[in-house]
């Protein structure tokens, strides 16, 4: 496994475990997270943001992660299942009311000095409000 690998299953295992602090560990200062709705997010302060706002929302678990690795082991895609619970209502989308869902989704990363320097993550956003709304 390479050091790039390494470090790709630990920040997706520091997520599983709710330890944000070890995820952050593993970013760039001025990471870019470019999410699959809304605004680009630039620096550790405004990811620390979006995440607090995750956890009020959802409960999230990645499974399946399959990480592939371009050559100089700087850029990388991950695909995995993201089972979830939607916890707390989201501006814009259905009512939560503790549903469960089952997501296929993916990221691109960018690696940088041994840290992540950019995280930009897809998923279908109409199934997951398809299996909310059921």
């Given at each position: 496994m390479?050091?790039a690998e390494?470090?790709?299953?630990a920040?997706?295992?520091?997520f599983?475990a709710?330890d944000?602090?070890?995820?952050?560990a593993?970013?760039t200062?001025d990471v870019i997270?470019?999410?699959?709705?809304?605004?680009?997010r630039?620096g550790?302060?405004a990811?620390t943001?979006?995440?607090a706002?995750?956890?009020?929302?959802?409960s999230?678990?990645?499974?399946?992660?399959?990480?592939?690795l371009?050559?100089?082991?700087t850029r990388?895609a991950v695909?995995f299942?993201?089972?979830?619970?939607?916890?707390?209502?989201e501006?814009g989308?259905?009512?939560a009311r503790g549903?469960?869902?089952?997501?296929?989704?993916?990221?691109f990363?960018a690696?940088?000095?041994?840290?992540?320097?950019?995280?930009?993550t897809q998923?279908?956003?109409?199934?997951?409000?398809?299996?909310?709304?059921a």
């Open positions: 390479t050091d390494r470090l790709i299953r920040y997706y295992a520091a599983n709710g944000r602090a070890a995820m952050l593993l970013l200062d997270h470019d999410p699959n709705q809304g605004a680009r630039t550790k302060p990811f943001a979006f995440l706002q995750m956890d009020a929302a959802y999230e678990q990645i499974e399946d992660l399959v990480v592939m371009d050559a100089t082991g990388a695909e299942t993201v089972r979830g619970q939607y916890l707390r209502t501006d989308l259905p009512e549903q469960r869902y089952t997501l296929p989704a993916g990221a990363l690696i940088r000095d041994g840290r992540i320097a950019r995280i930009a998923y279908n956003l109409p199934e997951w409000v398809r299996q909310v709304s």
